[in-house]
């Protein structure tokens, strides 16, 4: 009963939005327009999903403790103060219809929750990305343009040498192609959660390479605050979340949301016994959880 209400609630609250009475100050690009930007300017991404929500709420997630000083600077980022780092999200302020029923039901209710936070800290003066570019596959119910997307966010390292920056248990790329059009891949390996502990250690590991890296990050919240600090000392960054993990299931052709295998997977002893040489030859850094 109580997850009904919620829903005739969400429900309501959208169609409010829908029918105007409600009004949407925010606007977002489309996911074609926000992979072209990406793969036509030198620009830097940062990106927000429902979990960075949550936690400027004060709310903790999966893989990060929230803070108050976490979520201030949450805060301050959503607000899109710089020209060249882009801030992106979800772009359900004009409606869901092009997603799947699950994923219609789930952003109805965090709009519902969660309406008050964009109202408060988002800029109507901007033009915000679409936080899809990352999540390209699952949400949407039709599949087709999917192909496109893909091909073209690879566009975006073509020909770089690229950093990435990731959880132990993430292995951006390991096991398809997604880098496949990259010069180079090097990788910083960083603790699987609450990896804000760490910050300045991983900082530092990335601040020692040249300015003509391109930094791909996909470490959580921590990556945030990363790409600030790494675009504002003039390196290009691109906050890819679980980019990887999407198209994953995409090659699959899945229908929900599996579970992969390499995620089960830490330390450089399981990685060797797993037979991923490659990545480990990839990997210079790694950066331990700190007590």
């Known amino acids: 009963m109580k997850d009904k209400i919620k829903e005739v609630l969400a429900n309501a609250v959208y169609w409010m ?4 009475i409600l009004k949407n100050h925010i606007k977002v690009q489309t996911v074609d327009e926000t992979i072209e930007e990406l793969v036509r300017t030198d620009k ?20 990060q403790q929230a803070s108050a000083e976490i979520s201030e600077g949450l805060k301050r980022i959503i607000a899109y103060p710089y020209d060249g780092l882009m801030v992106s999200l979800q772009g359900i302020f004009d409606g869901v219809e092009d997603y799947q029923e699950q994923s219609r039901r789930f952003w109805k209710e965090h709009l519902f929750f969660c309406r ?20 390209f596959y699952y949400v949407f119910e039709d599949k087709e343009p999917c192909r496109g997307w893909i091909e073209r966010i690879k566009k975006i390292w073509e020909g770089k040498d690229i950093v990435v920056v990731e959880g132990a248990k993430t292995h951006n790329g390991v096991g398809n192609d997604l880098f496949s059009y990259a010069k180079s891949v090097e990788r910083i390996i960083c603790p699987p959660s609450n990896a804000m502990q760490a910050f300045d250690s991983i900082l530092q590991a990335c601040a020692s390479y040249p300015k003509d890296r391109l930094f791909l990050l996909s470490v959580g919240v921590t990556a945030k605050f990363l790409a600030e600090e790494l675009f504002l000392k003039g390196y290009r960054v691109i906050d890819i979340g679980n980019l990887d993990m999407e198209y ?5 052709k899945s229908g929900r949301k599996t579970p992969l295998e390499k995620h089960g997977i830490e330390g450089e002893e399981a990685d060797r016994a797993a037979g991923y040489t490659e990545y480990l030859a990839q990997v210079k850094t790694r950066i331990l959880a700190e007590r």
Request: aromatic share 16%; with cysteine.
């Open 248 to 252: 994953e299931w995409y090659l699959q």
């Open 17 to 20: 939005y829908q029918k105007g």
């Open 116 to 135: 008050r936070i964009y109202r408060k800290y988002c800029n109507p003066e901007r033009v915000y990305a679409n936080t899809s570019f990352s999540r």
């Open 44 to 63: 830097s991404l940062v990106r927000f999903g429902d979990g960075e929500i949550v936690v400027i709420k004060g709310g903790n997630i999966k893989l």
